[in-house]
């Protein structure tokens, strides 16, 4: 059985994805390493963007960790075939329901961040977004040709009980060992799923929570409590379209969107799929500049939930952490390492 698929995926998915081959290669080199082509470059080699027998290898795989895919290459090719229709076929397949995305504040970082030193200092912020329902899913969906002219666009958001019900509980859970705080996130005010979520969040908190401090807040209050005062959340649980736009937002307040790993994780003992929550960014693809860290960390949140190493994930937190304490910056950090050099940084202090 493979311990660890990677799936390098387009742009820089492939450059920082090599340092976690090296960080992993020298902090468990008992780990079985395999590897996949994932994304545009998958499709342009088998015309998918995941082929079967990848996604076969990444249910079998302990613990599957993407670099990123997508570029503007592919932005013609048909909907199901693009990257990122790939990426949401692996999430479904794998049934990994819960995409955890701490936003951590590391203290030599403080400065990094976009907001005053003393509004995040000591941030320590999980993001708990749904990752298989919702609005990316939902049917109908697609743009038709209207009689008259024109054309008309649909996307359905749909939750039922059971999908709400899940996630929660694993925010819910997450906070019992944390801070013991649950901020859920919605529009229960415009929206019918949004008013379900609140019902649903309610209900499980009252029957099995209650120890748990539950505050419910609208997603676009949100957004802003989350660039004003980001220390008042613990964990914070969401659908998947918010989740995915207050965990860009929350990644910056850490310093930059190259610092913010996930953990998409399914029911207990099937394998996690971690990823950067960055993207490919065309804009530096190629150029070497990458900051791997978000890689780096994914892979520290893979030994932690899938791989039965929190021994080897906090030894290499720590890597992390003095890496920077030393010095270590990419230029989205305000340096001038590349993205090996970053690499040899964190290696240096394993
Ligand atoms: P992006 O995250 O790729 O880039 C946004 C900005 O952040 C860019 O300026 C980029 O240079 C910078 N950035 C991102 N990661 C960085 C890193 N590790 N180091 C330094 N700077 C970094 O978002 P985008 O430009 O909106 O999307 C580009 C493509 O990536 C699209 O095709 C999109 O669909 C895809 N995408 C994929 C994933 C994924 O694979 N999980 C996530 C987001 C976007
Ligand atoms: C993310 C990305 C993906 C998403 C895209 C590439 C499908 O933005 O992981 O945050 O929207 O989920
Ligand atoms: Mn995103």
Redesign the pocket.
Known sequence: MTDLLLLP?D???PE?TAQVRRVAEKIAPDLTIDERDF?GLSYDRHGVPVTDEAVAAAKSARAVL???????Q?ASAPRDRR??AG?LRLRTEMAVFANLRPALCFLPLADASSLKRDRIEGLDFMIVRELTGGVYFGQPRGIEDLPGGGRRGVDTQVYTTAEIERVARVAFELARGRRNKVHSAEKSNVMETGLLWRQVVTDLHRREYADVELEHILADNAAMQIVKAPKQFDVMVTDNLFGDILSDAAAQLTG???MLPSAALGVPGSPGLY??????????AGKG????L??ILSFEMALRWSLGRADLADALFKAVEAALEAGAR???LGGSMTTVQMGDAVLAKL
């Open positions: 995926g742009g820089i998915g920082v994304g993407m670099g990123a895919v997508g570029g503007p592919w990257p990122e990426l930059s969107l190259g990823e950067p929550i960055h993207g490919s960014a065309p804009d530096i500049i990458a900051n791997p978000a890689a990419t230029p989205d």
